[in-house]
């Protein structure tokens, strides 16, 4: 198997709304786990703890865990204090997650650089614990795809390894979030996935990533490292009973939602240009997407970092050229599946 996958890219904080938008969607669910919660025999004195597993720089995941905590202060009529964790890698930029927490300083929070594949507090500890659009990320890669960047364009349709790898990761995660709730404690999760016609949302931005690798002067090794770890489970997959029971959770509620944005519109509507939106949606995908390949590039010690830069600003300039001439099919949805899961 390949490497293990590395954190965001440096701009994410400013180019994550879509994200924002799938946590925004999850206040509902939120609030549904927050009112099965029974606190009647936590003592007042106890702190909360409450861990986003997935955080990376910090912006989405604080709102988010401001969420719960306004939630239960509403919907509980609690004024405890909150111990909260932010998860994430260790290549995670930790600094900026630190500067946005010393400068909000609402609540008391933590950071822990571990993998969510692996068991990252003491058992029976954790109260509530939430994650968004991190799911999708495999531990590491079953192997490079030969002719594309992404699993699902394997021109040999062998996906059943990327979806094996899934699933034993999705288990280890539930197995290591079951052992770390409370008995009675809640796991809210949103899982970018498929939705019922086989879509995931990014079917344009894969092909483009690929044709712009391709166009690089890379090395046949580069190009066949640059696989991005990702697996879109199905509704279905993410709903695995068989997988709930062993590791003593319930499913409480799940639905699939669309999230989309209004980026096109607004281009179509002459309230941005088309050099705004290229640039929008160019900075969103180099956000996520930029660590997967800038390690193909690093991995065989080939390149020094000044040409590895240079290769990356080639990349996303050509990128950005290609979303100006498809700006149109850029009109997409992309599904989650939102779930609520108790220990008992």
Known sequence: MSGAIKGMGGCY????????????????????????LDLSNISTTQP???????????????????????????????????????????????TILFDLLNKDGNYYGL??????????LPSNSLFIGYSSTSLHWLSCKPYNVSNHCVYQWNINNQFDEFKHQAYVDYSRFLEHRSNELILGGVLILCIHCRNDKGLNGNEIVHQL????????????????????????????????????????LKLITSDLCEIRTDILTRLQQGKISLDEFAKDRTQFVRSWSEPSLRQALEMNNYRTEKDIQTLLDQ?????EREVKELSNQFDTSSPRAYLILQKN
């Open 315 to 319: 990349f996303w300039n050509m990128y």
């Open 209 to 248: 990533l690929y044709k712009c690798a391709k166009s690089l002067p890379l090395t046949e090794q580069e190009l066949l490292d640059y696989t991005i770890p990702v697996y879109y489970r199905t509704y279905s997959e993410c709903i695995d009973q068989d997988l709930f029971k062993k590791f003593s």
């Open 111 to 120: 950071a822990n650089g571990r993998s969510f594949y692996e068991q990252c």
């Open 48 to 94: 909360l703890i409450i861990a986003d597993f997935g955080s990376s720089h910090g912006l989405n995941s604080m709102y988010a865990m401001k969420l719960i905590i306004e939630s239960i202060q509403k919907l509980k009529n609690e004024q405890r204090s909150f111990l909260i964790v932010h998860n994430d890698l260790s290549t995670n930029d930790w």
């Open 13 to 36: 904080n400013l180019n994550s709304s879509q994200q924002m938008r799938a946590i925004e969607l999850s206040l509902p669910f939120i609030q549904q786990a927050i009112d099965i």
